[in-house]
């Protein structure tokens, strides 16, 4: 194991190619140390994400994780307190762009409430098949026996439930959804629907297009359960 | 297996060595199963290690592997008695029904109840079920389709009765509603949710997912 020393140096590398003088550390640590651990935080967050894609969740360790990334496995501990809280920044970085993206997307989508579900999930799909390892991984270590049961759920993405639930209110005051569909329910059974489809993705190798198709019936049959009667 | 011991010992006398000999063999199985049993409750899948359980069994490691190949295939063994006793208990639960949302709703609750007291254990079985290499094994297992069809069964007889209409949906139906029977397992493992809280929570997805299929 490399010793914290080795880390605190080989940190001081890509500060040193962004320009920070030794005396710019000197008079100025705070705001140096600041970018020093964020470096060494994308560093790792990067080397994460290939490794948890690549080898899954269960086949990396911190340890590798640590010598991609090309830091001690002491400062991967100084900024990150488990195995599983890496995995959930990786997740969190890369679901950022995505909703940055459907938060463009959805104000301008029309038709039914089931048709602007099933092109919000469309976009779930073909954002997530590109790494189905490392989604795979964040479905797996949900049930992760060493994590505290606090831990943050697969399924509970809560960024997600907002948008079905929004989708689903814009349905009521267009008519398409039952005024006391109860919204949590519904987000329920998509969100069940959503990660069972990911199987597809896991066992049966399918892209995109397919797993749509599938959450596209799926939509259809829950939408029966909310418009009204 | 005591029929076992008293035909041989009867019909083949002077062969009695390999009957004691196979009847230790299941009792050290049965030994295993139940170390095996409480170190994957108490450590979870990945916590339990073969070593553990053969020194909590009061044996060797060899001994252990003697009878199973391997971690994988014990947990195997016992999920599957585990799930031969689940099918039991829920299709029981469904001959207690009175029309097809309360046979469901009877039915899932008798998989909550089952594992109510072993929640670790559903915990390891579902992330034994998304890894790639155990999953679709697990979820194609006879144990598991038997529960599926037993949904599809309920579904089978509402449209016998006149409750639903049959229409090409049945399937899927039938699948989801497995699927919303296993995703309320979260709820029951992370948030503590009760029995009570399961069951209206089963009630009110089974009338969604059910919706479009009713008689009107």
Not at chain 1, 130 to 145: M, Q
Not at chain 2, 21 to 28: C, E, G, H, P
Not at chain 2, 61 to 87: C, P, Q
Request: glycine share 6%; net charge negative.
């Amino acid at each position: 194991m490399t010793s914290p020393q080795d880390a605190l140096s080989q940190d001081d590398s890509p500060a040193d190619a962004e320009g920070v003088r030794p005396e710019d550390v000197a008079t100025s640590t705070p705001s140096a140390r600041q970018t020093q651990k964020e470096a060494t935080r994308n560093r790792v967050i990067d080397a994460a994400r290939e490794l948890f894609d690549t080898n899954g969740y269960q086949g990396t360790t911190i340890r590798e994780i640590a010598s991609h990334a090309r830091v001690s496995v002491g400062s991967v501990f100084t900024t990150f307190a488990s195995k599983y809280e890496i995995l959930s920044q990786v997740m969190q970085d890369r679901l950022d762009g995505l909703y940055a993206e459907l938060d463009r997307v959805m104000p301008y989508l029309r038709g039914s409430t089931a048709d602007r579900l099933r092109t919000m999930f469309a976009i779930h799909f073909a954002f997530e098949v590109r790494h189905k390892r490392l989604f795979l991984a964040y479905i797996g270590a949900t049930y992760d026996w060493t994590l505290p049961t606090t831990s943050m759920l697969m399924g509970r993405n809560q960024r997600l439930q907002e948008i079905i639930c929004e989708c689903l209110a814009k349905g009521a005051l267009g008519g398409d959804v039952h005024p006391e569909a109860d919204p949590q329910e519904v987000v329920d059974l998509l969100m069940g629907a959503y990660v069972w489809t990911y199987r597809l993705a896991a066992w049966d190798d399918a892209d995109a297009p397919a797993m749509t198709a599938v959450m596209d019936r799926q939509i259809a049959l829950i939408a029966t359960g909310f418009e009204p009667r | 297996m005591m029929h076992v011991t008293t035909i041989q010992a009867t019909d083949q006398t002077g062969v009695k060595a390999p009957t004691r000999r196979a009847l230790a063999k299941q009792q050290t199985r049965a030994k295993v199963l139940a170390a095996a049993r409480r170190l994957f409750s108490e450590e979870g899948y990945e916590g339990a290690t073969i070593r553990d359980i053969a020194s909590v069994a009061g044996m060797s490691t060899g001994a252990v592997f003697a009878n199973f190949t391997d971690k994988s295939d014990l947990f195997r063994e016992i999920m599957m008695n585990d799930m031969v006793a689940l099918a039991d208990s829920m299709r029981e639960a469904t001959t207690h029904g009175n029309g097809v949302d309360d046979a469901l709703v009877r039915m899932f609750t008798a998989g909550y109840n089952f594992y109510r007291t072993q929640l670790p254990l559903a915990r390891a079985a579902f992330s034994v079920g998304w890894s790639p290499q155990e999953g679709p094994a697990l979820r194609s297992s006879p144990p598991v389709q038997s529960l599926r069809d037993l949904i599809a069964e309920q579904l089978a007889k509402g449209v016998e009765s006149g409750e639903l209409r049959a229409d090409t949906q049945m399937q899927l139906r039938a699948d989801m509603l497995f699927e919303a029977y296993l995703s309320n397992y979260p709820q029951a493992i992370f948030e503590g949710w009760s029995i009570e809280d399961l069951q209206a929570r089963s009630r009110d997805q089974i009338g969604i997912l059910l919706a479009g299929a009713r008689s009107r």
